[in-house]
């Protein structure tokens, strides 16, 4: 597999796993800013436990290149101005999840770099929302998703590049980097689905009677309404029908006689109606 089918894959296995998190999060829409306040505590919590370890996983000679790439000091400072400038208090996050997920090789890193890298893109369309809706911006309680600005763009190939490079062409580092990949967006699910919307409940379905089902019996049971623009009909009376074993000829019967108008104890007319 060559290195960029390897991050075609990537993309490809957690296409589930984004839809999800964008569903719970809905950053894309205005929001309260105590909502925004407990989004920002959740990514304070995760990366304080998540950078470290993407550190120490990556070999030597790509440690200086992820710090410089490295966003939670941008989180906790949002989470600060928060609360000292808007008066929003911390909300308690938990950090377990991110300190369990695998990330013990350079491959398994490169995955779960790839779902932290890629959110960066995000910010390019949030952080002018947060302006425009909550006033916020650079230095001002939306450091995390402003990141590195015009820089965001450049920053997300030079990473593809190195993912690409470090992952290779085994199939066996595509694999646990698309694991983890994979583990990454579901703790970030896990961690903010207290702030998920909640389902819609499901419509009532109409189902309408089968076409299958002999008409003789459906309007004895009152199944069947002609169609009328009219009042609505009166309630059927209740009927006996008499299901002969055999007919005339012997054989099973295929049709029944149905009182019409009046019935039959008014001298009313009977029709022959199929089984």
């Known amino acids: 597999m060559s290195s960029e089918n390897a991050l075609a894959e990537l993309r490809l296995t957690t ?41 120490a996983a990556l070999p030597e000679r790509l440690q200086p290149w992820f710090r410089a790439r490295r966003r939670g000091g941008f989180a906790s400072a ?34 779960s770099l790839y779902v932290i890298e890629g959110s960066a893109l995000g910010g390019r369309v949030i952080a002018p929302q947060l302006k425009r ?23 997300w190939a030079n990473f593809r590049t190195q993912a690409a490079l470090e992952i290779g062409d085994s199939s066996g580092n595509t694999a646990r980097a698309c694991r983890s990949a994979k583990r990454t967006f579901a703790a970030l699910i896990e961690l903010f689905s207290p702030l998920a919307p909640p389902e819609p409940e499901q419509a ?3 189902v309408e009677p089968s076409t299958q089902i002999a008409p003789a019996l459906l309007m004895a049971y009152g199944a069947l309404r002609a169609e009328s623009t009219g009042p609505e009909p009166a309630p059927l009376a209740d009927i006996h029908i008499d299901l002969p074993d055999k007919d005339e000829s012997g054989d099973e019967p295929t049709l029944v006689e149905l009182p019409m108008d009046g019935g039959e104890d008014d001298g009313g007319d009977t029709q022959r109606m199929p089984l």
């Open 15 to 55: 296409r589930a796993e984004h839809e999800r998190i964008e569903h719970v999060l809905r950053l894309d829409q205005p929001m309260p800013l105590e909502r925004y306040g407990a989004i920002l505590c959740g990514f304070d919590a995760f990366l304080r436990a998540w950078e470290p370890r993407v550190h």
């Open 78 to 111: 949002d989470v600060e101005w928060l609360r000292a400038v808007a008066g929003v208090g911390p909300v308690a996050m938990s950090s377990r999840l991110a300190a369990t997920l695998p990330l013990g090789d350079p491959a398994e890193a490169m995955g």
């Open 133 to 155: 809706t909550l006033g916020l911006d650079q230095g001002r309680g939306a450091s995390y998703f402003h990141g590195f600005g015009g820089e965001t763009g450049a920053m």
């Open 204 to 206: 009532s379905i109409h």
